[in-house]
């Protein structure tokens, strides 16, 4: 029985949702580039995908302090 934690798994999930919030705000760039403030004033969308990019960005926040404290990277300021 293996009792040590596979990380593979949980980088390979990390590096996949670091990238799906890329591609994501290039969308929400592209978008806010063509449609301009009309998408957040008149879209049916734009609650839903507020609510998509929040918490793709909990989510990376997550990863990464649990990356830090693994790595047990500490910040000084």
Request: glycine share 2%; hydrophobic share 55%.
């Given at each position: ?23 994501v ?35 990376v926040?997550?990863?990464l ?13």
């Amino acid at each position: 029985m293996k009792t040590d934690f596979d990380h593979r798994n949980v980088y390979k999930f990390a590096i996949f949702i670091i990238g799906l919030q890329i591609v994501v705000s290039l969308v929400q760039i592209i978008v806010e580039s063509l449609a301009g403030f009309r998408f957040y004033l008149f879209s049916p969308y734009f609650e839903p995908w507020f609510i998509l990019m929040s918490v793709i960005t909990i989510v990376v926040h997550l990863i990464l302090i649990w990356y830090f404290r693994i790595k047990n990277i500490q910040l000084h300021y």
